[in-house]
């Protein structure tokens, strides 16, 4: 790296720069950092940028853009240099947020409550009333411990004088945490020299704080205390986090679908019964929490839900009703409100507002519009904020046209010159830069997480910060004055009833992914096994390999992977047709589209995915989203797609715990292949004696077998020895048998540890007659009978995989058999 690295940064004294003082030389905190960025070699720093991507990748690390083409797999944004601040600077700042947070607290207390500060004039009732975020069916409740604010953020903006400003409260449902965590694991990897000597604080206490005030909190009533983390699904912007807080924190991951309401008392529907939520971290907003009281149309909360919250038998952090106090129109209130409710003077100011419904802020805000910032004064409002020096000509006088038709609905807010930090772009270059502070609450106080979430401007010049405007983020790093103690969120140690609880039941929407996780790989192996297998085939001239190919398209066609194709048709044509059968995601059945339907059940159950097998999983997708025109690139990439899907195998076999999740797992997969199996045998089976052995080559390779019959055999494919490898051999795991067997054992083990009667009468029968079935009678001269009696045999085989699969379901996913059981934890 060239030695003027910091010197050619592009510094302005106009604004506040975080790294450089007004002088241009680094600021005492900074300086350590800012020596070994001058001292880095331009390779060094080229490869830690490379390395926060790759990191960013194989962590499948995720925020998804509204309409952006890459949809829910937009990478996260996170340059890999941290915003760093002092300790005495934090400490203030700590104080602050940790107040705002008592006071926002306070406030909901009164909205719900007494409501003296609408009374008594301190909050307009229009603020509270006029707007979607007041919720009247929560008004009385009173929640446990009286903290309506488990979680609480606050946007920070620092101002050319040095000073940090509040622009934005968060406490409906805090997001962005997660993503600190996230981005301070990658980045203290990228720089872990720097990161142990500046005694960087860590981030785990103030998680281990959360799980014990939730512990605490919950109305547990002698149970062991289950918390669950509630998000509105995989296609929520900020699902990532949602699925990695859950794994981090050890909660369940849940939607509303997982969660009932009996008695006035929250299930978590689990494959092994009702077992009772005690605590519900929520990520998904106030408003579709529960369609019997808040919105009617709402699919993704619970009925019943507020019923169970206003009885107190379950803890909702935040409250519902929370994001009413989301609005920037309360900004020029809360000083006096804060002297009321606290006695206290309130210790960070918000950034300057006027709220445009008072007549002399109205009066104000038409004067001074061109140093003002218009936002809507409500969340719910789709408005972006709009900067009164740029509005010109009939832009400005529709503006205030809007402003005087609708004044109670707009806020205005001083423009505040955002302060600047470096972003790596191979060079150092200023990005406006705000950051998210989180705190919880514990006891009667708020802990305040020591970091934050950094928040940059994408392009020089940006005022607006957002990170669905493609923003992006960076770890913030808070000095100690001393070496600090690293923490842990494991507990120190366990008791008897740790190890009674350390089974944690898994939600039936989660077993039901996991099942069906397992059907789509094993279909996606066993199209792309087909394709294969047809595509050297389709071009050939020879009379048996076209007779061969025949069979193998009307395989294909009946196991959907084809459409209406046969072999008479044009090699070209037949070449196309089984092209889009692999990469066409529109079509149904390709391999592209299985391999969509295996992404989606995998994004359902993030949480209990390694990395390693995630990163396969977007391996395989990038894999598909190739360009292919031709046999030779085709069969390269089902190559690459099957060294995938054994990845994908074999980190099922060897990566995953051995529970009831993984069990599910198992089934899926065994009863895809069984059925998938079974018909492709029958293909052949009914074929013409003079054709049917000719087909036998393609169906070793697309059973997965040729290499094992060779080995065996060191002959050409014959009747006898095919079909005892591929049915009847109970040691090749591609063959009926052995997906019997396996069947029979893991459907057993559910049947005695779930609680739900084994299905003995679909499976048994079927193993018996795999088992007695007479192998002689294919030497004999009855052959074509035996066959037949094969054929039937493999017609049951599809009906019983088909029958299972339906059966799971009601038996573990719908729960229409019995009603479920009632279960306690003691």
């Known amino acids: 790296m060239p030695a003027g690295l910091i010197e050619s940064y592009p510094f302005s004294a106009n604004r506040y720069d975080e790294m450089l003082s007004s002088r241009g030389e680094a600021r005492e905190h900074w300086a350590p ?55 005495e600077e934090w400490a203030t700042l700590s104080a602050s947020i940790s107040q705002r947070a008592r006071l926002m607290n306070a406030i909901l207390a009164d909205l719900y409550g007494p409501q003296t500060l609408l009374s008594e004039g301190l909050i307009p009732p229009a603020l509270v009333f006029g707007q979607h975020g007041f919720k009247w069916p929560a008004r009385g409740v009173q929640p446990p411990g009286n903290v309506w604010l488990f979680s609480y953020a606050a946007d920070l903006a620092r101002a050319p004088d040095g000073r940090w400003w509040v622009i934005a409260d968060r406490t409906q449902g805090p997001s962005g945490a997660g993503y600190a965590l996230q981005n301070r694991i990658i980045v203290s990897r990228a720089f872990p020299d720097a990161f142990r000597e500046l005694h960087v604080n860590p981030l785990a206490s103030y998680f281990r704080s959360m799980q014990d005030s939730l512990a605490r ?11 669950v983390l509630l998000t509105p699904g995989p296609y929520n912007e900020t699902y990532f986090e949602h699925a990695f807080l859950a794994r981090y924190l050890g909660f369940p991951l849940v939607e509303g679908q997982d969660l009932t309401v009996r008695d006035n008392t929250v299930f978590l529907k689990t494959l092994r019964g009702l077992r009772r939520v005690h605590t519900i971290l929520r990520r998904l907003d106030d408003d579709f929490c529960d369609p019997l009281e808040l919105r009617a149309d709402s699919a993704l909360g619970i009925p019943g839900l507020l019923g169970a919250i206003r009885a107190g038998r379950v803890l909702m952090a935040n409250a519902l009703g929370s994001g009413v106090l989301e609005s920037g129109a309360l900004f020029g209130f809360l000083p006096a409100i804060c002297q009321r409710l606290l006695g206290e003077p309130l210790a960070m100011p918000s950034v300057a507002s006027w709220w445009c419904g008072e007549a002399p802020a109205l009066e104000y805000v038409l004067e001074h519009l061109d140093e003002l910032v218009i936002k809507p004064a409500f969340p719910s409002m789709r408005m972006e904020a709009v900067f009164g020096h740029e509005l010109k000509g009939d832009s400005r006088r529709r503006m205030i046209e ?14 505040v010159r955002l302060s600047q930090a470096p972003v790596w772009n191979r060079r150092l270059l200023p990005r406006s830069v705000g950051i998210r502070v989180f705190a919880s609450a514990t006891g009667d106080d708020y802990t305040v997480m020591p970091g934050a979430l950094g928040r940059v401007a994408p392009r020089a010049g940006m005022e607006v910060i957002s990170m669905q405007r493609g923003g992006l983020s960076k770890d913030t790093w808070i000095r100690a004055d001393a070496p600090v103690v690293r923490t842990s969120l494991l507990k120190r140690r366990l008791g008897v009833i740790d190890l009674v609880c350390g089974g944690a039941d898994i939600p039936s929407r989660l077993g039901e992914n996991l099942f069906w996780m397992g059907r789509y790989a094993e279909r996606v192996e066993a199209s792309a096994r087909l394709i294969r297998a047809a595509l050297p085939r389709a071009s050939s001239t020879d009379a048996d390999t076209v007779q061969s190919l025949a069979g193998l398209l009307e395989a294909a066609r009946g196991l959907g992977v084809l459409g209406d194709i046969d072999a008479d048709d044009r090699p070209e044509n037949i070449e196309a047709e089984l092209i889009a059968a692999l990469l066409d995601d529109k079509q149904p059945g390709s391999v592209a589209s299985n391999l969509r339907a295996l992404s989606f059940s995998a994004s359902q159950v993030r949480e209990r995915l390694s990395s390693d097998n995630w990163h396969a999983l977007n391996r395989l997708e990038q894999l598909l989203s190739e360009q292919v025109t031709s046999t030779d690139q085709a069969l390269s990439a089902i190559d690459r797609v099957m060294q995938s899907c054994i990845s994908l195998a074999g980190f099922a076999m060897d990566d995953m715990t051995r529970d009831e999740g993984w069990r599910f797992l198992i089934l899926g997969r065994r009863i895809e292949r069984l059925e998938g199996l079974a018909g492709l045998i029958s293909v052949p089976m009914s074929a013409e004696p003079e054709v049917r052995e000719r087909m036998f080559e393609w169906l070793l390779e697309a059973v997965n077998s040729i290499v094992t019959y060779r080995a065996r055999y060191r002959r050409v494919p014959e009747l006898l020895p095919v079909l005892h490898l591929i049915v009847f051999d109970r040691t090749n795991p591609h063959s009926v048998g052995f997906q019997v067997d396996v069947l029979q054992k893991y459907l057993a083990r559910s049947s005695r540890e779930l609680g739900h009667p084994y299905p003995s009468l679909m499976i048994d029968p079927l193993a018996r007659r795999l088992e007695n079935f007479d192998l002689t009678r294919f030497e004999a001269e009855d052959c074509e009978l035996a066959l037949g009696t094969l054929r039937t045999l493999l017609a049951e085989s599809m009906s019983v995989a088909q029958n299972l699969s339906d059966e799971v379901h009601r038996r573990y996913f719908t729960h229409t058999l ?5 279960r306690r934890v003691a």
């Open 33 to 87: 950092f800012a020596e070994r960025l001058e001292n880095f070699p331009d390779e060094a720093l080229i490869r830690r940028a490379e390395f926060v991507r790759n990191s960013i990748e194989s962590d499948g690390v995720s925020y998804n853009v509204y309409a952006d083409p890459k949809g829910t797999k937009r990478p996260w944004e996170l340059d890999m240099l941290p915003l760093i601040v002092g300790s």
């Open 217 to 227: 909190l919950a109305p547990a009533d002698g149970d062991v205390p289950l918390t």
């Open 402 to 415: 809007r402003i005087l038709a609708q004044p109670h609905a707009y806020v205005a807010q001083e423009w």
């Open 818 to 822: 019995r009603p479920m059981q009632l």
